[in-house]
């Protein structure tokens, strides 16, 4: 059993909605990741949070924004998506400490469909 | 900037068969680490074995185990006696020990035929 939750696990949305994907990790964890996955890809790094500090990949539209309310939690809100954003969107936590880094353990994923 | 290569995109085992799966990398750093993640049908990435670089002996658990060749780049996992259950995308990853960020390779493909 993962100790890293999303919600939801299925959402469609259309063009103009807003709507937040959501991860909890119950593992103490002080880094969490979103990463976004296409079918038959391997997952792209879209954020990292790590001590309450956010990394963004450049690549990243802003009509993603995430946002992490404390060190367990972490949202990925979304805005005015397109269609091609449609995929997996993964979430990930790890015990990282300011001398090295450890291993991901991921979540269920959300499977996101933008009509 | 790392780089991970799987050159086999699909592979197909019969159950209870040892098959091997290759994984390639490039860096120029001396200190990371070597993950292999499965992703069933179910969607769920998991952790299936990690390799420390500066560890030469190769890590196991349970019926998976890698060959870890630092000198040559490559991390292959072995899964022996599979089962129906290893039918899943095999992703390798790399991580340095200075930073957060994994880099995949493109994943391979594992059919485990009854």
């Known amino acids: 059993d993962t100790e890293v939750t999303q919600t939801p696990k299925h959402l469609v949305m259309g063009m103009t909605n807003k709507k937040s994907l959501k991860c909890e990790q119950h593992?103490?964890?002080?880094?969490m990741y979103w990463y976004k996955q296409k079918a038959k890809k391997p997952p792209e790094l879209m954020f990292v949070?790590?001590?309450?500090?956010?990394?963004i990949n450049e690549s990243v539209p802003s009509r993603f924004s995430p946002e992490c309310p404390n060190s367990s939690l972490l949202n990925l809100h979304l805005h005015a998506l397109q269609p091609e954003d449609s995929a997996l969107y993964l979430c990930?936590?790890?015990?990282?400490?300011?001398?090295?880094?450890?291993?991901?353990?991921f979540g269920p994923g959300t499977r996101l469909t933008v009509l | 900037a790392q780089t991970v290569t799987q050159s086999q995109p699909e592979m197909s085992v019969q159950e209870a068969e040892t098959v091997t799966l290759s994984c390639t990398y490039d860096t120029s750093e001396n200190n990371y680490y070597l993950f292999w993640y499965k992703q069933p049908p179910s969607r769920q990435m998991i952790l299936v074995i990690r390799q420390e670089a500066y560890k030469q002996q190769n890590a196991t658990e349970n019926r998976f185990s890698v060959n870890f060749q630092k000198a040559a780049k490559s991390f292959s996992l072995k899964i022996s006696d599979s089962q129906l259950g290893d039918t899943a995308m095999y992703f390798c990853?790399?991580?340095?020990?200075?930073?957060?960020?994994?880099?995949f390779g493109g994943g391979t493909r594992l059919m485990v035929k009854p």
């Open positions: 949070y790590s001590y309450e500090k956010l990394s």
């Open positions: 990930a936590s790890s015990q990282e400490t300011t001398i090295s880094t450890d291993t991901q353990y």
């Open positions: 593992m103490g964890h002080r880094a």
């Open positions: 990853a790399f991580m340095s020990n200075a930073g957060n960020m994994l880099t």
